[in-house]
């Protein structure tokens, strides 16, 4: 049995052919050799939304071109490798960067800024060169940081549309999913769960009263559930004791998130997924980016839904997550403007 997001790609994938055969989506992924690279490179191959996939790493992607070349769908993949940068960027529309280093147990997502957010202002940097008028879909933590980092590069670089970056939140979501599913029974896909904020600890603020499966939960299972939700990722980087944090289900939500946007971009209506975007949301309170609801089209972001009623529970949640979020924002930009 397909599940619903296989089978809405092959339903797409139907449609694409026999309409638009000439149409050439390329995405490239930066990172291609990492633990989530390597997945995110084979799930994408098999997705039939990417005709051509641009594999970049500093080292190892020329490798996994050449395995996953050899899947039988028709994406074209090339590799290339360290110095090859800007010919991986020729063309796309989409680039995905999970570049850089991963949590080890003890260490939390704002740990790695010293090291990521370089990695990726560098290649937020080629892009803005390259490929000014890609979708940058960043995967690389600290997400709250390394989205302000990749906007304020476009921006720099004066080719910024804010509609075009995003922040990948999936995983969260996919793990609420898969986690309410567990307790009220349901099939995790049939169970969407908003989650809004941002991505690490207290900003992650899963809304499980906006779900009819979610909304039945309470007392000690609700904080339980919310508690996992936030921090679900540490179990992984935990039982991985020292080889890194979530690869393969990263991979998954990756192109997932990938597929929607996709999707989107080629004109299917009512496509709404949460992401960390440049937002109006909380802008009075100097938070200008944020995750929630958004409905992505032919220009990426096409709309930005409101969060909706809360809780007082949620509401606390929030109100936990704004100063939190809010730091982690300040200091990707102050990075970028301090960077020569
Ligand atoms: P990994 O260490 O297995 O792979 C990272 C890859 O990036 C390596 O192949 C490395 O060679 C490559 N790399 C480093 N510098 C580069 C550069 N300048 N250009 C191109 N490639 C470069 O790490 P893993 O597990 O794949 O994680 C990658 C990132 O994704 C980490 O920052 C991690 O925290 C983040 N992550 C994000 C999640 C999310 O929900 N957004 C979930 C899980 C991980």
Redesign the pocket.
Known sequence: MLSKYAARSLSVHGRWFSSSTARHTKVAV????????QPLSLLLKVDPLVTSLSL?????APGVAADVSHIDTPGEVNGYP?DK?DEALDGVKVVVI??????KPGMT?DD?FNT?AS?VR??AAAVARVSPEAHVLV???P?NSTVPIVSAVFEKAGVYDPRRIF??????VVRAGRFVSGIVGTNPVDTPITVIGG?SGATIVPLLSQSSFGKGISGEAYNKVVNRIQYG?DEVVKAKDGA????LS?AY?GAKFTNALLRGLAGEKSVITPTFIKSPLFADQDIDFFSSNVELGPNGVEKIHSIGELTGEEQKLLEACLPELKKNIEKGKAFVESSP
């Open positions: 930066l990172g291609a050799g990492g633990g989530i690279g970049y790493d500093i080292r190892g360290a940068l999970p570049a850089g280093v991963p949590r997502r790695l990521n990695i560098d290649l995967i690389s933590n997400v922040g990948v939140t999936t995983l969260d991505h990722g890194g944090s979530a690869t990263m939500a």
